[in-house]
């Protein structure tokens, strides 16, 4: 099979460096949980500083096996292995709102056929909310919106579409590898409930880089996603938006 990208690491690869991050990731999850520092931190230096530091840690987690597989494999780190190529902002941004509102007519579709056609679909909730795991304070909104707007696109898009979307389509071809990658996605993301909106999302991202063959068009989606998803959080929160509306 002729590669369709241009990523040199092997489907070895990408399962090593999965179950090493996802490995290390339940391991610091669970000494967390039952050691009690989470708590004397957010007693220490406030509950948003711990979030940040807690999301700094798992994306470190998350991309350092990353980082040393291609160093050591593959002697060097070249940004445009992972997608990053010429940036055209136009072009790049009009593929990602051409992306977001085809992802928008499917969740609406199957919203209308959950309320008014009484159609139950397993794993089909909107996402738990993540701005109240940083507090309800200026400070912890703007560390939100930090994170879940600025860092959690560029991070999440390099791994899962950079790294394992190029790797697994020049293995398994690219509709295989665009569903598993998006698989992957949706089950690291550990919202079960809300697994299918999870995934369609990651499968359209996947789709737009196959499309582009640019990680550009996928940040600038996840990008407009979550920044929609944080102001409607933040409406809540602030009661612009009546939780019994």
Known sequence: MSKYFQAPWSLK??????????SSLVLVDLGLLYSGVTEFLIGLSGKEFVVLGLFLLQSVILLVPLVVLVLKKY???DWKGFGFGKFKIFENFGLAVLGYLFYLGITFMMSMLVVFGGVKIPGYQIPE?????????????MIAAIVIIGIA?????????????????NRIGTYFGAILTAFIFAIIHLQFESFV?????????????????SIWPC???????????FAVELML???VIPLDF
């Open 129 to 141: 909310p993540t701005l109240p795991l940083f507090g309800e304070t200026n400070l912890a909104i």
């Open 75 to 77: 002697k060097k780190w």
């Open 197 to 213: 909106p999870i995934f369609i999302l990651s499968l359209i991202l996947s789709l737009l880089f196959i499309r582009s063959r």
């Open 153 to 169: 696109p560029i991070l999440e898009e390099m791994f899962f579409r950079g790294f394992i979307l190029q790797g697994l389509v």
């Open 13 to 22: 690869d990408i399962i090593i460096v999965l179950i090493v991050a996802i």
């Open 237 to 239: 929160v602030r009661g």
């Open 219 to 229: 940040i600038w989606f996840h990008v407009i996603n979550n920044s929609i998803a």
